[in-house]
T-cell receptor, first 115, second 116 residues
Framework: KAGVTQTPRYLIKTRGQQVTLSCSPI?????VSWYQQTPGQGLQFLFE???????NKGNFPGRFSGRQFSNSRSEMNVSTLELGDSALYLC??????????????FGSGTRLTVV | AQTVTQSQPEMSVQEAETVTLSCTYD???????LFWYKQPPSRQMILVIR??????QNATENRFSVNFQKAAKSFSLKISDSQLGDAAMYFC?????????????FGKGTKLSVIP
């Protein structure tokens, strides 16, 4: 079956702009999580959605937001981009999200560069 | 807050040899899951192995095994018969068990090189 699909793979934006990243989970998976990966901070949790509801949010400013649609696809949005937002953004899906035994399946990420 | 520490930023191993990657974590929880993920240059995080904290038996997946020491809060990964395809970043991760916990906490990673 198809894996987790993230689009686009690469993105270059200018400071002050906004950006929307997309994630399509594995069919049947209802939980979608987002992570930011940078060389300095490593992998940091952004937020998690289940059945269109945000259940958990990491320690990021309000410029970072997301949503999940009825088909479980998710988008994350970053407004007023800053240079420090340059990162690899990873999406992960799981059946339920809260049970570690099921694990998470990750996508290949979107590489965002802010100039 | 839970933290995960990987003290080895980089490691190398000869092909066909064995290597052990270290991971320690800090938590006050008693029930949780631990994971090792591999991230090759393709960027996709791939689950290598997982351990449930309430199970004393160490998890094994083919050439990959863990040494889980709950009291010491240690979770090392052993790769036997290393192959060129094992070269990647390896991340140790932690998740509290149960409803209400929806995130993984990752270590900073260990870059593993495999020497032919």
């Amino acid at each position: 079956k198809a894996g987790v699909t993230q689009t686009p793979r690469y993105l270059i934006k200018t400071r002050g702009q906004q950006v929307t990243l997309s994630c399509s989970p594995i069919s049947g998976h209802r939980s979608v999580s987002w992570y930011q990966q940078t060389p300095g901070q490593g992998l940091q949790f952004l937020f998690e959605y289940f059945s269109e509801t945000q259940r958990n949010k990491g320690n990021f400013p309000g410029r970072f937001s997301g949503r999940q649609f009825s088909n479980s696809r998710s988008e994350m949005n970053v407004s007023t981009l800053e240079l420090g937002d340059s990162a690899l953004y990873l999406c992960a899906s799981s059946l339920r999200g809260s049970v570690g035994a099921y694990g998470y399946t990750f996508g290949s990420g979107t590489r965002l560069t802010v100039v | 807050a839970q933290t995960v520490t990987q003290s080895q930023p980089e490691m190398s191993v000869q092909e066909a040899e064995t290597v052990t990657l270290s991971c320690t974590y800090d938590t006050s929880e008693s029930d949780y899951y631990l994971f090792w993920y591999k991230q090759p240059p393709s960027r996709q995080m791939i689950l290598v192995i997982r351990q449930e904290a309430y199970k004393q038996q160490n998890a094994t997946e083919n050439r990959f095994s863990v040494n889980f020491q709950k009291a010491a809060k240690s979770f090392s990964l052993k790769i036997s018969d290393s192959q060129l395809g094992d070269a990647a970043m390896y991340f140790c991760a932690y998740q509290v068990s149960g409803a209400g916990s929806y995130q993984l906490t990752f270590g900073k990673g260990t870059k593993l090189s495999v020497i032919p």
